[in-house]
């Protein structure tokens, strides 16, 4: 049988076109490359022997950066906020590195390196101010890269997310889902092991056909090694956990029902961030509230970016 995430391809890539959005790669330094979809006059504009953006770059809508989490693609993770964003925002979706086609030969896994070749991708694109908005592993990202570029991010909204997470933390996240480690749970090798990873991220898994989970497996779950070493750079220790001094004015968007970042978690962040921070706790929705409950997170989130 042939995959449907494959077929789907082109599909994807016809719809992005249609809004405004083109595929290219930008050489952050030999052997490290990440991928972006964004606003078509910048891909035009973009010429790869030299590196650098055109003058001509100007963008004519405010940034808005989409950061994935651990177990997708930047486009299947944001399609429907892209959908609903890119009329009056000028939307940029990376593939982190080792996810999609962004790569690196460089042995740092550190979520900061991860910050800084974003950075760099985005400059050379001409982005000059954004927006960023990181749902889970993304969203830390997105923390590091608003402490290292705070004339680059204007705001920073954590979408089921937090600044960092701790040994504790994720202790806690395993005796709640039944897991023994991050790589265990987030880069699963079997059918009951995506069942599982899905049940601990939606609030109300759907039923998909044993087949739909092994194409899933076959495509989306590519760079074993590499991840798990992110996974293992993103952990700190309890001891070694501070929330930045942030510049930026912060949203946090959680769902009820998150079994990582739980409700409990952010607004302890949101504690610590002060007046800087705002939440939005939706209700029926886990990990994944964007794809769960879109509606409703599409319109807190305008509400967010209009406020920040």
């Not at 979706?93 to 740092?108: E, K, M, Q, R």
């Not at 501070?242 to 949203?251: E, G, L, N, R, Y």
């Amino acid at each position: 049988m042939v995959n449907f995430l494959t077929v789907l391809d082109p599909v994807l890539r016809a719809l992005l076109n249609f809004y405004g959005l083109r595929s290219q790669s930008i050489e952050i330094e030999p052997g490290t490359v990440v991928h972006f979809w964004g606003p078509s006059q910048i891909s035009e504009n973009y010429t790869s022997q030299n590196n650098q953006a055109k003058s001509a770059n100007h963008l004519e809508k405010p940034a808005l950066v989409l950061l994935h989490g651990f177990a997708a693609t930047g486009v299947l993770t944001w399609l429907l906020q892209i959908m609903a964003f890119s009329g009056t925002y000028a939307v940029f979706v990376p593939d982190l590195i080792f996810f999609g086609d962004s790569t690196t030969h460089s042995a740092n896994r550190s979520p900061e390196y991860q910050a800084e070749c974003l950075a760099k991708g985005l400059k050379r694109l001409g982005v000059e101010r954004c927006t960023v908005v990181g749902c889970s592993y993304g969203g830390i990202i997105g923390s590091k890269m608003a402490v290292l570029e705070p004339e680059l991010v204007r705001c920073l909204v954590l979408s089921n997310s937090n600044v960092a997470i701790t040994e504790l933390q994720s202790e806690e996240a395993f005796e709640r889902i039944g897991s023994r480690s991050w790589p265990e749970l987030m880069l699963p090798e079997t059918v009951e092991g995506l069942r599982k990873l899905l049940g601990a991220v939606i609030f109300k898994r759907p039923w998909l056909p044993d087949w739909a989970y092994k194409h899933f497996l076959e495509v989306m779950f590519d760079s074993r090694q590499e991840r798990a070493e992110l996974l293992k750079a993103l952990v700190i220790k309890d001891k070694d956990f501070a929330v930045p001094k942030f510049s930026q004015k912060i949203c946090v968007m959680a769902g009820e029902e998150d079994k990582i970042f739980t409700p409990e978690i952010v607004q302890k962040t949101k504690a610590q961030l002060g007046d800087k921070a705002t939440i939005h706790v939706i209700k029926k929705a886990g990990h994944l509230v964007h794809l769960e409950r879109p509606f409703v997170y599409n319109r807190l989130l305008k509400k967010s970016l209009t406020n920040l």
